[in-house]
């Protein structure tokens, strides 16, 4: 079993930086998949980033790519989402998932494991 614990989010103003970051507990960590999704108001959960086991492979949603990178650290079991260029329409709850497989543009099916989720709020 995997456990997510997601941080790092906030208030900022549009065009600033945010690094979330997200630990996993277990010893699955380095043979997982793992998502970046994001809720805003009104709207269903979308996958923004994932990287696959290895770190070598990742997809970005067309919203956020040239502006948000996916990594991870294997010693820290952590996965983190470094946000550049804000904008208000980044404002939403981001989770991390976790998933077996690696599937570039998938939806939800398959991450079995969530986080609670972290605020971010970009203003105008």
């Known amino acids: 079993q995997v456990q997510l614990v997601e941080s790092g989010g906030g208030l900022v103003q549009a065009g600033g930086s945010l690094r979330l970051s997200c630990v996993a507990s277990?010893?699955?960590?380095?043979?997982?998949?793992m998502g970046w999704f994001r809720r805003a108001p009104g709207k269903e959960r979308e996958l923004v980033a994932v990287?696959?086991?290895?770190?070598?492979?990742?997809y970005y949603a067309d919203s956020v790519k040239g502006r948000f990178t996916i990594s991870r650290d294997y010693a820290r079991n952590t996965v983190y989402l470094q946000m550049n260029t804000l904008k208000p329409e980044d404002t939403a709850v981001y989770y991390c998932?976790?998933?077996?497989?690696?599937?570039?543009?998938?939806?939800?099916?398959?991450?079995?494991?969530w986080g609670q989720g972290t605020q971010v709020t970009v203003s105008s």
């Open positions: 998932a976790a998933n077996q497989l690696y599937i570039p543009g998938g939806t939800e099916q398959g991450y079995n494991y």
């Open positions: 277990g010893r699955t960590f380095s043979r997982n998949a």
């Open positions: 990287i696959n086991y290895s770190g070598v492979n990742s």
